[in-house]
């Protein structure tokens, strides 16, 4: 068990829908990061907070936000799905700002239907 | 083109041979590398990190960064089916952590 709690952990909506996934990080991890894992585009970096502003960005769509909030928990949010969002999205951790060591949760599989 | 390069795979080794797995990456400004085990629906796993070029070995596993020729290295010894997952390298070159995973690659060592 890596620390890191995402939920839910599966996730079925139709296109067009907004859903919002959660994570909470290891404790005492001031960084969190999201990535998008698909079959054809591998683990892909989406966006990192760090003690809740913003730090670093990646291939997140304009579609995607996310925020992180004063107790360190984290939120990415959907909206406007499409089919070719179905993927794993995981939430990692981390205790540094150089983001050496990042922890990975369980991840949120989501499915658009 | 991606930043970090790996050969998806399959990769199949009988038990107890060694397992090798590269990755070439592009961006010569990268420092931080990382290999990360992931197993079915599971997230990625910390293996091995290492910083700048050299060779880190923890107990059956040793990695390896060339940055002369931009290649990644991770060795494992005495594999067990055990070992059979994904294996992802990743590399990043500043200290924000915004790093560059390779597509992974799959190992299934057999009993």
């Known amino acids: 068990d890596s620390g890191v709690t995402q939920t839910p952990k599966h996730l079925i909506t139709a296109t067009g829908q907004r859903v919002t996934l959660r994570c909470s990080p290891r404790?005492?991890?001031?960084?969190v990061y999201w990535y998008q894992q698909s079959l054809d585009q591998g683990l892909q970096f989406l966006i990192q907070?760090?003690?809740?502003?913003?730090?670093a960005k990646g291939n997140i769509l304009e579609r995607f936000s996310a925020q992180q909030f004063p107790d360190l928990h984290s939120e990415l949010n959907l909206s406007s799905l499409e089919l070719g969002d179905s993927a794993l999205y995981f939430c990692?951790?981390?205790?540094?700002?150089?983001?050496?060591?990042?922890?990975f949760g369980s991840g949120t599989q989501l499915s658009v239907l | 083109q991606k930043e970090v390069e790996q050969d998806p795979g399959p990769l199949s080794v009988p038990e107890g041979a060694i397992v090798s797995l590269n990755c070439t990456y592009s961006?010569?400004?990268?420092?931080?590398f990382m290999w990360y085990r992931q197993y079915s629906r599971k997230g990625p796993e910390l293996l091995m990190y290492?910083?700048?070029?050299g060779n880190k070995e923890d107990g059956r596993f040793t990695a390896q960064v060339d940055k002369s020729s931009k290649y990644i290295s991770l060795f494992i010894r005495d594999s067990q089916p055990s070992d059979s997952a994904t294996y992802l390298c990743?590399?990043?070159?500043?200290?924000?952590?915004?790093?560059?995973f390779g597509a992974g690659t799959q190992v299934v060592v057999t009993p």
């Open positions: 990743a590399s990043s070159y500043d200290s924000w952590g915004k790093f560059q």
């Open positions: 990692a951790s981390s205790a540094d700002r150089a983001g050496e060591k990042l922890f």
């Open positions: 907070y760090y003690n809740g502003e913003e730090r």
């Open positions: 961006n010569s400004a990268f420092q931080y």
């Open positions: 290492t910083y700048s070029s």
């Open positions: 404790s005492g991890d001031l960084s």
